[in-house]
């Protein structure tokens, strides 16, 4: 009879088992995700049958090494299943019978593996037996589940760990499992038989291990993996398929090493698969009129911006347009030009250059080169040129003064302005009405409001009776004056009644009979930032307007950030007494802000953030030069500027790196490109920029970290993890006039 040396390591006692509730309606495709690369594979071949075991190489690597620990020294070879239980499980791996003496000891063990629970014990999954109460004490034996048995075997015991899954042979553990049992004794209280009834035992009686051999076979159809010409059995030849053994993937596109399957942009153009609908085309990802043809090869596609503000060549300010190209394919640009009449300028849709514009490279033209491409002599007042691309682009209007001083004009709003000066002041205020739709616009009406929110002359004045189609008007201070019948003191704001389709609102400063400062580009509460504050003590001096755009008074704290990221004074201190009305305003200076957070005079240009209640608001700074200068600071980016001077500039470039989020922005890298999209350099521009960090990177500081230099204006192109918290205000500094101009807002493509 058969008898036992010692008790043995095997699955606890059924009965505990059958008090747990079960796991219903679950499939095996939903427990067993495919596998990484080909596994490896053994054939267990019994009298009953063969059954073929995946081992899951990655999942359990100490249990499948334990396993093959077994199997390659021949250790389980003879041995036999010693516990069928049906509907359970039957188990081996531990007991070899010696016929002469009828008894079955146990085979030698190594030391035990640790517990690598993971995969749940569902039908099919092969895992370690071990001794009750100790995870660890897996050595030789396994047991096949014969059922769902994941509400049981994975909550006791830290889990049995399924090393294996039988992928050919099931039927062969259900016939094992179906055969008569014998209660032997001890660990063989439940042994499958075969032919036996009484008497002595046999080897033939026992369901025996006749030999476990190790055959990769990935995808399990019977043919070695060297012998297979598709191991994966996904229908695409080894010799053709980049991933040879995953059943799920055959091609990898952009040679990323990730799958088409599995790839989020197979092309890797930087559109997602998901929005992109061309994913196998590197040129090719939107086609908006639904024709089959990519939008970068549609002649019938169209992205366009708008320069608002093209003088003529006989003006006194000079215009040079820039037109970024942004996207990563080069495009073409052709342009429509318009009077301020809305009156057509020569031809229509005129070539803008010969060739196309490389990716990051940019077109320069004048407004003497414009009036040769569109056929025309010099118009009068300005010009709206149309610019019309099949990609991404940006549109930046540089606009030089009589005095050499050198504006951005292509900065614009759709609902309101908020820099009308007063008759009071040096400077007149300018607001260009334009009709970039292609219908007039009748019966704009708007409310001017003081520094206070009190309404100046009456609600709802009609600013224009109507407003053709490309047409664009000039307003001015005076005339905003006479339209409300009252003037004032400070600065006032305007603010449409409506929305109207296609309109656009120019904002310009015009100082010294000469200089246009542009006004239109603030910071609103998604923000909620002030970027450049310069300390009392500067000789350029900061004055922060925060207007309360909503319908309901509010009151603002804020907090003052150094360069370094240091808080400054009192945290979110109340930056006024009473509350701001609507439509009013709060202006401080930086001696206002030192007096009201109770902060020394800092070192640098500091930040302040401000808070309110759940309401609407808009931040704009002035800073005003010794030269009396006054320009528009809170204007920033979050990817890429584009007016980096280059040595041959007397103009010195200054871009300060803004941290507005909530955790540090490490290896902040950054491209350089010339006007020609050409790379002139790239590298680290900063380790790490912590909370409310700020930094100052010059044209020099530049061109020494990406080791470049060059002539013209350059883009940089910044890559780090942004999460959009970094800021970019890129500033052009003529040292003449020791002022700053903003040039970090664009009109982008849509």
């Not at 009068?380 to 030089?400: C, N, R």
């Not at 309101?416 to 607001?431: L, P």
Request: net charge negative; proline share 3%.
């Amino acid at each position: 009879m058969i008898g036992t040396t010692s008790k043995r390591p095997k699955v606890k006692n059924r009965k505990p088992f059958l008090t747990l509730l079960l796991l219903t309606n679950v499939t095996l495709t939903s427990l067993w995700p495919a596998t990484a690369h080909a596994d490896t594979v053994v054939t267990i071949q019994t009298p009953v049958g063969s059954i073929e075991i995946s081992l899951l190489d990655d999942e359990a690597p100490q249990s499948v090494a334990n396993f093959l620990g077994y199997v390659n020294r021949g250790d389980y070879t003879g041995t036999f299943i010693h516990r069928s239980e049906p509907g359970f499980v039957i188990q081996g791996g531990g007991y070899l019978f010696n016929e002469t003496t009828g008894q079955a000891p146990h085979i030698d063990v190594v030391d035990p593996v640790v517990n690598e629970f993971g995969r749940s014990n569902i039908r099919g999954t092969v895992a370690m037996a071990k001794l009750g109460g100790d995870p660890d004490s897996a050595t030789s034996e396994w047991f096949i589940n014969l059922a769902d048995n994941s509400g049981n075997l994975d909550n006791q015991n830290g889990g049995f760990t399924v090393f294996g899954i039988v992928t050919d042979g099931m039927s062969v553990a259900d016939e094992i499992a179906g055969l008569p049992r014998f209660n032997f004794g001890g660990a063989f209280g439940s042994t499958p038989t075969i032919n036996f009834s009484s008497g002595s035992v046999r080897t033939e009686n026992l369901v025996t291990l006749d030999s476990i051999t190790i055959a990769p076979d990935f995808d399990g159809d019977g043919v070695n993996d060297s012998d297979d010409l598709d191991d994966d059995n996904d229908g695409v030849a080894d010799t053709e398929d980049v991933f040879p053994f995953d059943a799920t993937e055959s091609v990898d596109l952009d040679n990323d090493g990730i799958g088409n399957n599995a790839d989020t942009d197979d092309d890797a153009d930087g559109v997602a698969d998901a929005d992109d609908v061309f994913p196998e085309d590197g040129d090719e990802w939107a086609d908006t009129d639904e024709d089959g043809i990519g939008d970068n090869a549609d002649e019938d596609q169209q992205t366009v911006a708008r320069a608002y503000l093209i003088t003529t060549s006989s003006s006194a300010n000079f215009t040079v347009l820039h037109a970024v190209n942004s996207a990563s394919v080069p495009q073409g640009f052709t342009g429509r030009l318009y009077n301020g009449n809305g009156e057509q300028l020569g031809a229509d849709s005129v070539a803008l250059h010969d060739g196309s514009i490389a990716s990051r490279g940019r077109l320069l033209l004048t407004a003497a080169q414009l009036e040769t491409l569109f056929g025309v002599e010099p118009w009068s007042g300005p010009a709206m040129l149309e610019v019309t691309g099949t990609a991404d682009f940006d549109l930046m209007s540089k606009l030089t003064s009589p005095s050499g001083l050198i504006s951005n004009t292509n900065c614009v709003r759709e609902d309101m302005v908020h820099n009308i000066e007063s008759s009071e002041s040096d400077s007149k205020t300018f607001i260009r009405f334009i009709n970039t739709s292609d219908s007039d616009i009748g019966d704009i009406q708007g409310t001017l409001y003081d520094e206070n929110g009190q309404v100046l002359g009456a609600t709802g004045i009609v600013l224009l009776s109507t407003l053709a189609s490309k047409a664009a008007v000039w307003v001015n201070r005076d005339d905003f004056i006479d339209l409300a019948g009252v003037g004032w003191d400070g600065t006032a704001s305007l603010k449409l009644d409506q929305q109207y389709d296609g309109l656009k609102l120019l904002n310009l400063n015009f100082v010294n009979n000469e200089t246009f400062f542009n006004f239109s580009c603030f910071e609103n509460d998604s923000s909620g930032r002030v970027y450049l504050m310069t300390n009392a003590s500067s000789l350029n001096v900061s004055e922060t307007h925060l207007i309360n755009t909503g319908t309901e008074s509010i009151s603002f704290t804020g907090t003052l950030w150094s360069g370094d990221g240091d808080q400054i004074g009192i945290e979110n201190s109340p930056l006024q007494s009473g509350l701001i009305e609507s439509n009013g305003r709060l202006i401080l200076t930086a001696t206002d802000l030192e007096s009201l957070t109770t902060a020394s005079t800092w070192s640098g240009p500091a930040m302040l953030e401000i808070t309110t209640t759940d309401a609407s608001f808009e931040l704009m700074t002035r800073l005003t030069s010794p030269s009396g200068l006054t320009s528009n600071t809170n204007c920033v980016r979050s990817k890429a500027v584009h007016n980096i001077e280059g040595f041959d500039s007397a103009n010195r470039t200054f871009v300060r790196f803004i941290n507005q989020g909530d955790t540090a922005i490490d290896n902040i890298g950054g491209v350089l490109y010339d006007i020609n999209g050409e790379t002139l350099g790239s590298g680290t521009l900063i380790e790490s920029l912590g909370v409310n960090e700020a930094i100052w990177k010059t044209r020099e500081d530049l061109g020494e970290l990406l080791s470049a230099t060059w002539d013209g204006e350059a883009s940089l192109v910044v890559t780090a993890d942004l999460d959009d918290s970094l800021r970019l205000l890129n500033l052009n500094f003529v040292v003449a006039e020791e002022t700053f101009f903003n040039f970090s807002c664009f009109e982008s493509s849509q």
